[in-house]
């Protein structure tokens, strides 16, 4: 019995890449609580590295898959910088709503 091999068109991951962004996007856009925010800059940085291993694995070269790596490094960084922000945050202002970042100042 042979095995068929479906290949996925490039097309499919570009448009769900796209879908990913822009929610990621507009998450951004529009929400206000930090968590959330830092949620929708990872699923924009995941999307990034789909489309980066759609088009290592096209190419047939495996470069993209070496920055994947790399943003995994910068995706982690930032989570860990964020969340210590986000810690002193709460402590400061009992919420972590980033409009009442501004209330930080004094």
């Given at each position: 019995m042979t095995e068929v091999i479906k290949h996925?068109?490039?097309?499919y991951y570009v448009?769900?890449?796209?879908?990913?962004?822009?929610?990621?996007?507009?998450g951004v856009l529009l929400r206000?609580?930090?968590?959330?925010?830092?949620?929708?800059i990872e699923l924009m940085l995941n999307s990034v590295n789909l489309l980066?291993?759609?088009f290592s694995s096209y190419m047939g070269d495996a470069n993209g898959q070496?920055?994947?790596f790399f943003i995994m490094v910068v995706a982690a960084a930032?989570?860990?910088?964020g969340l210590a922000i986000l810690v002193m945050m709460y402590r400061n202002t009992k919420s972590v709503?980033?409009?009442l970042l501004d209330k930080l100042k004094n």
């Open positions: 996925v068109d490039i097309s448009y769900l890449s796209v879908l990913l962004f822009s929610i990621g996007v507009m206000r609580n930090a968590i959330i925010l830092f949620m929708c980066f291993v759609a070496l920055f994947v930032e989570v860990a910088v709503d980033v409009s």
